[in-house]
Protein backbone atom coordinates (compact mmCIF):
# COMPACT_ATOMS: atom_id res chain seq x y z
CA UNK A 1 0.00 0.00 0.00
CA UNK A 2 1.93 3.23 -1.07
CA UNK A 3 0.52 6.30 1.22
CA UNK A 4 2.17 8.64 -2.09
CA UNK A 5 0.08 7.31 -4.82
CA UNK A 6 -3.82 7.85 -5.37
CA UNK A 7 -3.13 4.14 -6.94
CA UNK A 8 -5.15 5.16 -9.99
CA UNK A 9 -3.32 4.28 -13.35
CA UNK A 10 -1.41 7.07 -14.89
CA UNK A 11 -3.49 9.97 -12.42
CA UNK A 12 -2.67 13.83 -13.29
CA UNK A 13 -3.91 15.04 -10.13
CA UNK A 14 -2.21 12.60 -7.35
CA UNK A 15 -1.83 15.76 -5.36
CA UNK A 16 -5.52 15.75 -5.04
CA UNK A 17 -5.22 12.26 -3.23
CA UNK A 18 -2.37 13.49 -0.93
CA UNK A 19 -3.79 16.15 0.45
CA UNK A 20 -6.64 13.69 1.79
CA UNK A 21 -3.31 11.78 2.90
CA UNK A 22 -1.81 14.57 4.93
CA UNK A 23 -5.04 15.06 6.27
CA UNK A 24 -5.64 11.46 7.57
CA UNK A 25 -1.67 11.28 8.91
CA UNK A 26 -2.24 14.35 11.23
CA UNK A 27 -5.92 13.67 12.56
CA UNK A 28 -4.95 9.54 13.12
CA UNK A 29 -1.56 10.88 15.04
CA UNK A 30 -2.37 14.39 16.13
CA UNK A 31 0.31 16.19 14.29
CA UNK A 32 0.86 19.49 14.51
CA UNK A 33 0.62 21.57 10.89
CA UNK A 34 4.37 21.76 10.93
CA UNK A 35 5.04 18.08 10.85
CA UNK A 36 2.57 18.26 7.73
CA UNK A 37 3.86 21.16 6.19
CA UNK A 38 7.36 19.62 6.66
CA UNK A 39 6.15 16.23 4.57
CA UNK A 40 3.93 18.43 2.20
CA UNK A 41 7.41 20.19 1.13
CA UNK A 42 9.67 17.31 0.97
CA UNK A 43 7.10 15.33 -1.40
CA UNK A 44 6.67 18.59 -3.67
CA UNK A 45 10.35 19.07 -4.33
CA UNK A 46 10.59 15.62 -5.25
CA UNK A 47 7.23 14.41 -7.00
CA UNK A 48 7.98 11.02 -8.02
CA UNK A 49 9.63 10.28 -4.84
CA UNK A 50 9.05 6.46 -3.87
CA UNK A 51 8.57 5.75 -0.04
CA UNK A 52 11.99 4.12 -0.06
CA UNK A 53 13.23 7.14 -1.28
CA UNK A 54 11.10 9.37 1.27
CA UNK A 55 12.25 7.49 4.04
CA UNK A 56 16.05 7.32 3.18
CA UNK A 57 15.58 11.63 3.19
CA UNK A 58 13.75 11.63 6.84
CA UNK A 59 16.90 9.51 8.12
CA UNK A 60 19.31 11.49 6.27
CA UNK A 61 17.97 15.07 7.83
CA UNK A 62 20.52 16.70 9.66
CA UNK A 63 19.28 17.69 13.54
CA UNK A 64 19.02 21.09 12.74
CA UNK A 65 16.19 20.03 9.65
CA UNK A 66 14.48 17.69 11.59
CA UNK A 67 11.04 18.91 12.91
CA UNK A 68 8.97 17.49 16.25
CA UNK A 69 7.42 14.98 14.36
CA UNK A 70 10.73 13.32 11.90
CA UNK A 71 11.01 10.37 14.22
CA UNK A 72 7.14 9.40 13.97
CA UNK A 73 7.37 9.94 10.31
CA UNK A 74 10.38 7.46 10.15
CA UNK A 75 8.48 4.98 12.30
CA UNK A 76 5.08 5.17 10.33
CA UNK A 77 6.49 5.29 6.75
CA UNK A 78 8.93 2.59 6.97
CA UNK A 79 6.21 -0.17 7.49
CA UNK A 80 5.59 1.11 3.65
CA UNK A 81 8.58 0.65 1.80
CA UNK A 82 8.63 -1.73 -0.76
CA UNK A 83 9.83 -4.78 0.84
CA UNK A 84 6.63 -4.80 2.88
CA UNK A 85 3.98 -4.13 0.21
CA UNK A 86 1.20 -6.70 0.53
CA UNK A 87 -0.39 -8.45 -2.46
CA UNK A 88 -3.45 -10.51 -2.53
CA UNK A 89 -3.51 -13.91 -4.67
CA UNK A 90 -5.93 -15.36 -6.82
CA UNK A 91 -6.61 -19.02 -7.22
CA UNK A 92 -5.05 -20.68 -8.99
CA UNK A 93 -2.05 -19.37 -7.78
CA UNK A 94 -1.66 -16.66 -9.74
CA UNK A 95 -0.93 -13.25 -8.65
CA UNK A 96 -3.38 -10.39 -9.62
CA UNK A 97 -0.41 -7.75 -8.51
CA UNK A 98 -1.34 -5.20 -5.58
CA UNK A 99 -4.12 -4.63 -4.02
CA UNK A 100 -5.73 -1.75 -4.66
CA UNK A 101 -8.84 0.11 -3.41
CA UNK A 102 -10.67 -0.32 -6.63
CA UNK A 103 -10.93 -4.50 -5.58
CA UNK A 104 -13.13 -2.70 -2.68
CA UNK A 105 -15.04 -1.44 -4.45
CA UNK A 106 -15.53 -2.48 -8.20
CA UNK A 107 -18.38 -4.96 -7.04
CA UNK A 108 -21.48 -5.66 -4.68
CA UNK A 109 -19.21 -8.02 -2.48
CA UNK A 110 -18.73 -7.56 1.19
CA UNK A 111 -14.85 -7.10 1.78
CA UNK A 112 -13.03 -7.44 5.19
CA UNK A 113 -9.63 -5.57 5.67
CA UNK A 114 -7.50 -6.57 8.40
CA UNK A 115 -5.47 -4.59 9.63
CA UNK A 116 -4.87 -6.50 13.03
CA UNK A 117 -1.11 -6.57 11.77
CA UNK A 118 -0.57 -3.53 13.95
CA UNK A 119 -1.61 -3.28 17.28
CA UNK A 120 -1.18 0.49 17.02
CA UNK A 121 -5.26 1.48 16.70
CA UNK A 122 -3.42 4.72 15.92
CA UNK A 123 -1.94 3.00 12.46
CA UNK A 124 -4.47 1.57 11.92
CA UNK A 125 -7.50 4.01 11.63
CA UNK A 126 -4.49 5.98 9.39
CA UNK A 127 -4.48 2.76 7.24
CA UNK A 128 -8.24 2.89 6.85
CA UNK A 129 -8.67 6.08 6.03
CA UNK A 130 -5.69 6.13 3.74
CA UNK A 131 -7.78 3.27 1.74
CA UNK A 132 -11.14 6.06 2.05
CA UNK A 133 -8.64 8.54 0.74
CA UNK A 134 -7.99 6.80 -2.10
CA UNK A 135 -11.76 5.68 -2.41
CA UNK A 136 -13.15 9.67 -2.61
CA UNK A 137 -10.33 10.57 -5.03
CA UNK A 138 -11.32 7.93 -7.04
CA UNK A 139 -15.16 8.47 -7.34
CA UNK A 140 -14.76 12.24 -7.65
CA UNK A 141 -14.43 11.57 -11.42
CA UNK A 142 -15.67 8.37 -12.13
CA UNK A 143 -18.99 7.01 -13.63
CA UNK A 144 -21.58 5.71 -11.03
CA UNK A 145 -20.86 2.22 -13.22
CA UNK A 146 -17.21 2.33 -12.27
CA UNK A 147 -17.85 1.37 -8.95
CA UNK A 148 -20.41 0.27 -5.63
CA UNK A 149 -21.67 2.34 -3.34
CA UNK A 150 -21.35 0.23 -0.35
CA UNK A 151 -21.66 0.65 3.60
CA UNK A 152 -18.08 1.40 5.29
CA UNK A 153 -17.39 0.47 8.75
CA UNK A 154 -14.58 1.36 10.76
CA UNK A 155 -13.46 0.97 14.32
CA UNK A 156 -12.38 3.18 17.03
CA UNK A 157 -13.36 6.50 14.94
CA UNK A 158 -13.05 8.54 18.24
CA UNK A 159 -9.25 7.98 17.63
CA UNK A 160 -9.56 9.94 14.21
CA UNK A 161 -12.26 12.49 14.37
CA UNK A 162 -11.02 13.60 18.47
CA UNK A 163 -13.30 16.61 19.33
CA UNK A 164 -10.06 17.81 21.50
CA UNK A 165 -7.65 17.66 18.32
CA UNK A 166 -9.99 19.31 15.81
CA UNK A 167 -11.27 22.34 17.77
CA UNK A 168 -7.56 23.35 19.29
CA UNK A 169 -5.36 22.37 15.96
CA UNK A 170 -7.46 21.53 13.31
CA UNK A 171 -11.00 22.62 12.36
CA UNK A 172 -14.60 20.26 11.60
CA UNK A 173 -14.18 20.99 8.24
CA UNK A 174 -11.90 18.05 7.98
CA UNK A 175 -14.99 15.71 8.69
CA UNK A 176 -17.05 17.38 6.28
CA UNK A 177 -14.25 16.46 3.96
CA UNK A 178 -13.50 12.98 4.82
CA UNK A 179 -17.89 12.10 4.94
CA UNK A 180 -19.30 14.59 2.38
CA UNK A 181 -18.02 13.02 -0.89
CA UNK A 182 -19.06 9.98 0.32
CA UNK A 183 -22.64 10.47 1.63
CA UNK A 184 -23.52 12.30 -1.75
CA UNK A 185 -22.10 9.68 -3.78
CA UNK A 186 -24.35 6.98 -2.27
CA UNK A 187 -22.48 5.43 0.15
CA UNK A 188 -23.13 4.67 4.20
CA UNK A 189 -21.35 4.46 7.35
CA UNK A 190 -21.47 2.25 10.29
CA UNK A 191 -18.92 4.02 13.05
CA UNK A 192 -17.94 2.64 16.52
CA UNK A 193 -16.23 4.15 19.02
CA UNK A 194 -15.08 3.00 22.98
CA UNK A 195 -15.34 6.57 24.44
CA UNK A 196 -18.33 8.38 22.75
CA UNK A 197 -17.25 11.73 24.46
CA UNK A 198 -14.16 12.09 22.39
CA UNK A 199 -16.78 12.39 19.45
CA UNK A 200 -17.00 15.75 17.24
CA UNK A 201 -20.16 17.09 17.34
CA UNK A 202 -20.58 17.91 13.97
CA UNK A 203 -19.77 13.79 13.48
CA UNK A 204 -22.92 13.32 15.23
CA UNK A 205 -25.07 15.60 12.61
CA UNK A 206 -24.16 12.80 10.17
CA UNK A 207 -26.12 9.78 12.35
CA UNK A 208 -29.65 9.88 12.98
CA UNK A 209 -28.83 5.90 14.26
CA UNK A 210 -27.48 5.26 17.63
CA UNK A 211 -26.57 1.75 19.55
CA UNK A 212 -24.90 2.53 23.00
CA UNK A 213 -23.88 -0.39 25.75
CA UNK A 214 -22.99 -0.60 29.11
CA UNK A 215 -20.87 2.44 30.21
CA UNK A 216 -20.32 4.03 33.37
CA UNK A 217 -17.82 7.12 32.82
CA UNK A 218 -19.77 9.92 33.54
CA UNK A 219 -18.92 11.75 30.57
CA UNK A 220 -19.63 9.19 28.43
CA UNK A 221 -22.63 9.14 29.80
CA UNK A 222 -23.45 12.75 29.08
CA UNK A 223 -22.33 11.77 25.32
CA UNK A 224 -24.90 9.91 24.67
CA UNK A 225 -27.86 11.23 27.15
CA UNK A 226 -27.09 14.09 24.56
CA UNK A 227 -26.51 12.22 21.25
CA UNK A 228 -29.30 9.98 21.98
CA UNK A 229 -32.07 12.79 23.22
CA UNK A 230 -32.53 10.08 26.59
CA UNK A 231 -33.03 13.56 28.92
CA UNK A 232 -36.68 14.16 26.77
CA UNK A 233 -38.05 10.84 26.77
CA UNK A 234 -38.90 8.86 30.26
CA UNK A 235 -40.02 11.31 32.75
CA UNK A 236 -40.70 14.22 30.85
CA UNK A 237 -43.38 16.16 32.97
CA UNK A 238 -41.75 15.53 36.61
CA UNK A 239 -40.90 18.60 38.27
CA UNK A 240 -37.35 16.84 39.86
CA UNK A 241 -34.38 16.99 37.48
CA UNK A 242 -33.54 13.64 39.18
CA UNK A 243 -36.75 11.91 37.77
CA UNK A 244 -35.80 13.14 34.40
CA UNK A 245 -33.05 10.35 34.56
CA UNK A 246 -34.79 7.41 36.35
CA UNK A 247 -35.27 4.94 32.99
CA UNK A 248 -32.45 5.37 30.51
CA UNK A 249 -29.06 6.14 31.88
CA UNK A 250 -29.43 4.03 34.83
CA UNK A 251 -30.20 1.27 33.33
CA UNK A 252 -27.69 2.12 30.53
CA UNK A 253 -25.13 1.64 33.17
CA UNK A 254 -26.38 -1.70 34.17
CA UNK A 255 -26.59 -3.32 30.90
CA UNK A 256 -25.48 -7.30 30.17
CA UNK A 257 -23.11 -8.14 27.69
CA UNK A 258 -25.93 -8.69 25.29
CA UNK A 259 -28.22 -6.55 25.75
CA UNK A 260 -27.67 -2.84 24.51
CA UNK A 261 -29.72 1.03 23.76
CA UNK A 262 -31.31 1.64 20.50
CA UNK A 263 -32.06 5.12 19.07
CA UNK A 264 -33.77 4.87 15.60
CA UNK A 265 -33.86 7.57 13.04
CA UNK A 266 -38.19 6.43 12.75
CA UNK A 267 -38.70 5.56 16.26
CA UNK A 268 -39.00 8.50 18.46
CA UNK A 269 -37.81 6.63 22.04
CA UNK A 270 -34.81 5.35 22.95
CA UNK A 271 -35.76 1.21 23.56
CA UNK A 272 -33.69 -1.54 24.68
CA UNK A 273 -32.87 -4.53 22.47
CA UNK A 274 -31.70 -8.07 24.04
CA UNK A 275 -29.16 -9.87 21.60
CA UNK A 276 -29.89 -13.71 21.14
CA UNK A 277 -26.11 -14.27 21.51
CA UNK A 278 -27.00 -17.80 22.84
CA UNK A 279 -27.78 -18.70 19.79
CA UNK A 280 -24.81 -17.16 17.74
CA UNK A 281 -22.66 -18.64 20.49
CA UNK A 282 -23.83 -22.01 19.93
CA UNK A 283 -24.08 -21.81 15.95
CA UNK A 284 -21.15 -24.12 14.32
CA UNK A 285 -18.23 -22.48 12.99
CA UNK A 286 -17.24 -23.71 9.11
CA UNK A 287 -14.54 -25.99 9.47
CA UNK A 288 -11.33 -24.66 8.27
CA UNK A 289 -11.49 -27.08 5.10
CA UNK A 290 -15.61 -26.12 3.87
CA UNK A 291 -14.21 -22.58 4.07
CA UNK A 292 -11.25 -23.36 1.98
CA UNK A 293 -13.16 -25.56 -0.50
CA UNK A 294 -15.98 -22.72 -0.55
CA UNK A 295 -13.38 -19.72 -1.51
CA UNK A 296 -12.02 -21.66 -4.00
CA UNK A 297 -15.02 -22.05 -5.62
CA UNK A 298 -15.50 -18.45 -5.86
CA UNK A 299 -12.12 -18.32 -7.42
CA UNK A 300 -9.63 -17.23 -3.78
CA UNK A 301 -6.96 -19.60 -2.36
CA UNK A 302 -7.09 -19.28 1.18
CA UNK A 303 -4.08 -21.17 1.99
CA UNK A 304 -1.49 -20.48 -0.93
CA UNK A 305 -2.77 -16.45 -0.10
CA UNK A 306 -1.96 -16.60 4.34
CA UNK A 307 1.03 -19.00 3.24
CA UNK A 308 2.48 -15.78 0.70
CA UNK A 309 1.44 -13.18 3.09
CA UNK A 310 3.41 -15.15 6.00
CA UNK A 311 6.06 -14.83 3.87
CA UNK A 312 6.28 -11.39 3.39
CA UNK A 313 5.24 -10.21 6.58
CA UNK A 314 8.08 -12.29 8.18
CA UNK A 315 10.97 -10.72 8.81
CA UNK A 316 14.54 -11.77 8.64
CA UNK A 317 17.51 -10.75 10.87
CA UNK A 318 18.80 -8.40 7.99
CA UNK A 319 15.67 -6.57 7.54
CA UNK A 320 15.63 -6.02 11.82
CA UNK A 321 19.03 -5.36 11.97
CA UNK A 322 19.34 -3.00 8.95
CA UNK A 323 15.65 -1.29 9.66
CA UNK A 324 15.08 1.43 6.82
CA UNK A 325 18.76 0.35 5.29
CA UNK A 326 17.21 -3.09 4.38
CA UNK A 327 16.87 -1.99 0.95
CA UNK A 328 20.86 -2.23 0.23
CA UNK A 329 20.87 -6.21 1.98
CA UNK A 330 22.19 -7.39 -1.28
CA UNK A 331 24.95 -4.79 -1.62
CA UNK A 332 25.34 -5.43 1.99
CA UNK A 333 25.83 -9.15 1.41
CA UNK A 334 28.17 -8.31 -1.90
CA UNK A 335 30.40 -6.17 0.31
CA UNK A 336 31.05 -8.67 3.57
CA UNK A 337 31.84 -11.46 1.03
CA UNK A 338 34.30 -9.10 -0.56
CA UNK A 339 35.61 -7.64 2.62
CA UNK A 340 35.67 -11.65 3.71
CA UNK A 341 38.20 -12.09 0.70
CA UNK A 342 40.24 -9.35 1.45
CA UNK A 343 40.41 -10.16 4.51
CA UNK A 344 42.76 -13.19 4.43
CA UNK A 345 45.27 -10.73 2.53
CA UNK A 346 45.28 -8.07 4.05
CA UNK A 347 44.27 -5.61 7.19
CA UNK A 348 41.09 -3.56 6.58
CA UNK A 349 41.17 -0.24 8.09
CA UNK A 350 37.97 2.05 8.02
CA UNK A 351 38.83 4.17 5.43
CA UNK A 352 39.41 0.88 3.24
CA UNK A 353 36.13 -0.82 4.51
CA UNK A 354 33.60 2.79 4.07
CA UNK A 355 35.31 3.34 0.30
CA UNK A 356 34.95 0.03 -0.29
CA UNK A 357 31.06 -0.36 1.27
CA UNK A 358 30.26 3.05 -0.90
CA UNK A 359 31.35 1.58 -4.14
CA UNK A 360 29.34 -1.28 -3.63
CA UNK A 361 26.00 1.17 -2.16
CA UNK A 362 26.75 3.78 -4.82
CA UNK A 363 24.16 2.84 -8.17
CA UNK A 364 20.96 2.30 -5.83
CA UNK A 365 21.42 4.97 -3.10
CA UNK A 366 22.35 7.50 -5.87
CA UNK A 367 18.46 6.59 -7.67
CA UNK A 368 17.18 7.01 -4.00
CA UNK A 369 19.06 10.23 -2.73
CA UNK A 370 19.13 13.66 -4.48
CA UNK A 371 23.25 14.20 -3.07
CA UNK A 372 26.14 12.82 -2.89
CA UNK A 373 26.19 13.96 0.67
CA UNK A 374 23.34 12.08 1.22
CA UNK A 375 24.98 8.79 -0.40
CA UNK A 376 28.05 9.44 1.93
CA UNK A 377 25.67 10.32 5.18
CA UNK A 378 23.71 6.80 4.20
CA UNK A 379 27.17 5.12 3.84
CA UNK A 380 28.32 6.13 7.56
CA UNK A 381 25.28 5.02 8.94
CA UNK A 382 25.29 1.80 7.43
CA UNK A 383 28.86 1.06 8.44
CA UNK A 384 27.67 1.86 12.13
CA UNK A 385 25.41 -0.76 12.13
CA UNK A 386 27.43 -3.05 10.70
CA UNK A 387 30.06 -2.61 13.57
CA UNK A 388 26.63 -2.36 16.63
CA UNK A 389 24.71 -5.37 15.02
CA UNK A 390 28.49 -7.47 14.77
CA UNK A 391 28.67 -7.92 11.38
CA UNK A 392 32.15 -5.91 11.48
CA UNK A 393 33.79 -6.70 14.57
CA UNK A 394 37.80 -5.26 15.54
CA UNK A 395 40.73 -7.46 14.33
CA UNK A 396 43.88 -5.81 14.89
CA UNK A 397 47.53 -7.17 13.34
CA UNK A 398 48.66 -10.16 15.33
CA UNK A 399 52.48 -8.12 14.54
CA UNK A 400 51.36 -5.36 16.82
CA UNK A 401 53.87 -4.83 19.71
CA UNK A 402 52.67 -3.86 23.52
CA UNK A 403 53.79 -0.53 23.32
CA UNK A 404 52.90 0.21 19.13
CA UNK A 405 50.17 2.32 18.17
CA UNK A 406 48.16 0.69 15.80
CA UNK A 407 44.93 1.50 13.67
CA UNK A 408 41.87 0.01 14.43
CA UNK A 409 41.43 -3.05 11.36
CA UNK A 410 38.13 -5.21 10.82
CA UNK A 411 37.07 -8.66 10.13
CA UNK A 412 33.47 -9.78 9.08
CA UNK A 413 31.88 -10.99 12.50
CA UNK A 414 29.53 -14.06 13.64
CA UNK A 415 26.00 -12.15 12.94
CA UNK A 416 27.03 -12.26 9.23
CA UNK A 417 26.80 -16.00 8.61
CA UNK A 418 23.75 -15.79 11.39
CA UNK A 419 21.83 -13.46 9.47
CA UNK A 420 22.70 -15.68 6.19
CA UNK A 421 21.08 -19.19 8.02
CA UNK A 422 18.42 -17.36 9.00
CA UNK A 423 17.12 -15.88 5.21
CA UNK A 424 17.69 -19.19 3.86
CA UNK A 425 15.63 -21.41 6.39
CA UNK A 426 12.96 -23.15 3.96
CA UNK A 427 9.77 -20.69 2.66
CA UNK A 428 6.15 -22.00 3.94
CA UNK A 429 5.28 -23.29 0.70
CA UNK A 430 8.11 -26.16 1.07
CA UNK A 431 7.18 -28.42 4.05
CA UNK A 432 9.43 -27.49 7.31
CA UNK A 433 11.88 -29.77 8.15
CA UNK A 434 11.91 -30.06 11.70
CA UNK A 435 14.81 -27.56 13.60
CA UNK A 436 17.37 -27.55 10.38
CA UNK A 437 18.69 -24.64 9.51
CA UNK A 438 19.76 -22.87 6.20
CA UNK A 439 23.09 -22.81 4.62
CA UNK A 440 25.01 -19.90 3.76
CA UNK A 441 24.83 -18.27 0.22
CA UNK A 442 27.99 -18.39 -1.60
CA UNK A 443 29.17 -15.86 -3.84
CA UNK A 444 32.30 -17.76 -4.59
CA UNK A 445 32.29 -21.60 -5.03
CA UNK A 446 34.44 -22.34 -2.07
CA UNK A 447 32.72 -25.66 0.10
CA UNK A 448 31.50 -24.25 3.51
CA UNK A 449 31.22 -27.11 6.60
CA UNK A 450 27.08 -27.83 6.70
CA UNK A 451 25.86 -27.14 10.45
CA UNK A 452 22.30 -29.64 10.09
CA UNK A 453 21.62 -32.80 8.95
CA UNK A 454 18.93 -34.20 7.04
CA UNK A 455 17.60 -38.06 7.02
CA UNK A 456 20.44 -39.41 4.51
CA UNK A 457 18.97 -40.43 1.10
CA UNK A 458 16.11 -39.02 0.85
CA UNK A 459 16.09 -36.99 -2.00
CA UNK A 460 12.71 -34.85 -1.93
CA UNK A 461 14.12 -33.52 1.75
CA UNK A 462 17.36 -33.06 0.40
CA UNK A 463 15.77 -31.07 -2.90
CA UNK A 464 13.34 -28.90 -0.79
CA UNK A 465 16.43 -28.06 1.88
CA UNK A 466 18.44 -26.75 -1.00
CA UNK A 467 15.81 -25.77 -3.05
CA UNK A 468 14.95 -21.99 -0.59
CA UNK A 469 19.21 -21.38 -1.75
CA UNK A 470 18.72 -22.30 -5.32
CA UNK A 471 15.45 -20.23 -5.74
CA UNK A 472 17.30 -17.22 -3.81
CA UNK A 473 19.87 -17.12 -5.89
CA UNK A 474 17.34 -17.23 -9.07
CA UNK A 475 15.73 -14.12 -7.35
CA UNK A 476 19.35 -12.17 -6.71
CA UNK A 477 19.70 -12.99 -10.66
CA UNK A 478 16.24 -11.15 -11.26
CA UNK A 479 17.18 -8.16 -9.00
CA UNK A 480 20.63 -7.74 -10.79
CA UNK A 481 18.53 -7.98 -14.38
CA UNK A 482 16.10 -5.37 -12.87
CA UNK A 483 18.88 -2.94 -11.94
CA UNK A 484 20.81 -3.64 -14.95
CA UNK A 485 23.74 -4.92 -13.14
CA UNK A 486 23.94 -8.16 -15.81
CA UNK A 487 27.72 -8.56 -15.33
CA UNK A 488 26.83 -9.20 -11.45
CA UNK A 489 23.77 -11.54 -12.94
CA UNK A 490 26.22 -13.28 -15.13
CA UNK A 491 28.42 -14.07 -11.96
CA UNK A 492 25.64 -15.71 -9.81
CA UNK A 493 24.85 -17.34 -13.17
CA UNK A 494 27.93 -18.86 -14.14
CA UNK A 495 27.60 -22.41 -12.54
CA UNK A 496 24.65 -22.23 -10.75
CA UNK A 497 23.55 -25.98 -10.98
CA UNK A 498 26.66 -27.70 -10.71
CA UNK A 499 26.50 -25.79 -7.32
CA UNK A 500 23.03 -26.64 -6.62
CA UNK A 501 23.49 -30.65 -7.47
CA UNK A 502 26.95 -30.49 -5.34
CA UNK A 503 25.11 -29.12 -2.43
CA UNK A 504 22.44 -31.36 -2.97
CA UNK A 505 24.84 -34.29 -2.91
CA UNK A 506 26.15 -33.05 0.36
CA UNK A 507 22.64 -33.08 1.85
CA UNK A 508 21.65 -36.43 0.34
CA UNK A 509 24.48 -38.55 1.70
CA UNK A 510 25.50 -36.06 4.86
CA UNK A 511 29.17 -35.37 4.18
CA UNK A 512 30.86 -32.53 3.94
CA UNK A 513 32.12 -32.22 0.18
CA UNK A 514 32.57 -34.50 -3.11
CA UNK A 515 35.37 -36.15 -3.47
CA UNK A 516 35.10 -36.24 -7.10
CA UNK A 517 33.71 -35.12 -10.39
CA UNK A 518 33.00 -39.17 -11.15
CA UNK A 519 31.35 -39.55 -7.65
CA UNK A 520 28.85 -36.56 -8.58
CA UNK A 521 28.29 -38.01 -12.07
CA UNK A 522 26.88 -41.31 -10.02
CA UNK A 523 24.81 -39.40 -8.20
CA UNK A 524 23.16 -38.13 -11.16
CA UNK A 525 21.85 -41.33 -12.22
CA UNK A 526 20.58 -41.72 -8.87
CA UNK A 527 18.62 -38.90 -9.07
CA UNK A 528 17.47 -39.59 -12.40
CA UNK A 529 15.77 -43.37 -11.05
CA UNK A 530 13.97 -41.76 -8.72
CA UNK A 531 10.01 -41.97 -8.94
CA UNK A 532 8.80 -39.09 -10.82
CA UNK A 533 11.88 -36.99 -11.08
CA UNK A 534 11.11 -34.39 -14.15
CA UNK A 535 14.78 -35.12 -15.50
CA UNK A 536 16.64 -37.25 -17.67
CA UNK A 537 20.23 -37.62 -17.37
CA UNK A 538 20.58 -35.87 -20.80
CA UNK A 539 18.74 -32.71 -19.68
CA UNK A 540 21.17 -32.76 -16.21
CA UNK A 541 24.18 -32.97 -18.23
CA UNK A 542 22.44 -30.17 -20.62
CA UNK A 543 21.93 -28.02 -17.71
CA UNK A 544 25.51 -28.69 -16.52
CA UNK A 545 27.21 -28.10 -19.29
CA UNK A 546 25.56 -24.99 -21.34
CA UNK A 547 26.76 -21.88 -20.05
CA UNK A 548 29.51 -23.26 -17.74
CA UNK A 549 32.31 -20.80 -19.16
CA UNK A 550 30.78 -17.88 -19.49
CA UNK A 551 33.10 -14.78 -21.66
CA UNK A 552 32.19 -11.27 -20.61
CA UNK A 553 34.52 -9.82 -22.60
CA UNK A 554 33.13 -10.75 -26.43
CA UNK A 555 29.05 -10.91 -25.52
CA UNK A 556 25.98 -8.36 -25.28
CA UNK A 557 25.97 -8.93 -21.35
CA UNK A 558 21.99 -7.99 -21.48
CA UNK A 559 20.87 -10.41 -23.84
CA UNK A 560 23.25 -13.09 -22.25
CA UNK A 561 22.27 -12.54 -19.00
CA UNK A 562 18.34 -12.82 -19.33
CA UNK A 563 19.10 -15.52 -21.98
CA UNK A 564 20.62 -17.91 -18.74
CA UNK A 565 18.04 -16.52 -16.42
CA UNK A 566 15.15 -18.04 -18.68
CA UNK A 567 16.89 -21.31 -19.12
CA UNK A 568 17.61 -21.61 -14.97
CA UNK A 569 14.17 -20.89 -14.58
CA UNK A 570 13.11 -24.51 -16.86
CA UNK A 571 15.15 -25.94 -14.51
CA UNK A 572 13.77 -24.21 -11.16
CA UNK A 573 9.98 -24.87 -12.37
CA UNK A 574 10.66 -28.63 -13.05
CA UNK A 575 11.98 -28.76 -9.32
CA UNK A 576 8.84 -26.81 -8.23
CA UNK A 577 6.31 -29.03 -9.95
CA UNK A 578 8.12 -32.43 -8.32
CA UNK A 579 8.27 -30.75 -4.91
CA UNK A 580 4.60 -29.88 -5.26
CA UNK A 581 3.54 -33.24 -6.67
CA UNK A 582 5.21 -35.10 -3.91
CA UNK A 583 3.71 -33.07 -0.60
CA UNK A 584 0.43 -33.61 -2.62
Known sequence: ??????????????????????DAYAMAFKKDQRTVDMVKSTIQQNPNIDMTSFNLKLINQKNWEKSPGSDSLISLFGDFTQQDEQYLYIAPSQPSGPITFQDFIKDDKTVIVDLSISNDYAKQIFLAFLIVSKIIHFIKNAETTEYHAKIITIPHIDIFFESFFIDR???????????????????GFIFSANQAHYLHANLINYFENFVAFNT???????????????????????????????????????????????KRSDIYQVFPVLVNWEKLEKTALMDKDLIITYMEKQGYDLKDAETKLLEQIKKTLFEKDLGAYSI?????????ETIRTIDQIGSLYEKKIKKELKTVIYPKASRHLGSKVEVKRTRDEIFQILIKQGYLVENHPKTAGGSESIRTSYSVGPQYNKALEDEFESDYSIETLESDSGTPFEFSSQDQPRNFIVQEKNLRKAIAREFSTFYFELFTIYEYIEHME????LRVEQNIIHRFLVELYKQYYNVENVESENLLNTFIDTIVEEPKIPFSKKEIQDFLGRYSTIDFDHINLEEKAIEIYEFICIFFDKLQIYLNKEEK
Open 486 to 489: YKNA
Open 1 to 22: MDPLKSDIPYDKDNVDFLDYMF
Open 216 to 262: RNKRDIAALSNFMNMQELEGIGYYFRSRNKTYQIPYMMSLKNNEALV
Open 169 to 187: KSDYGKINKFLDPLKEKGF
Open 328 to 336: FTQEIKQFL
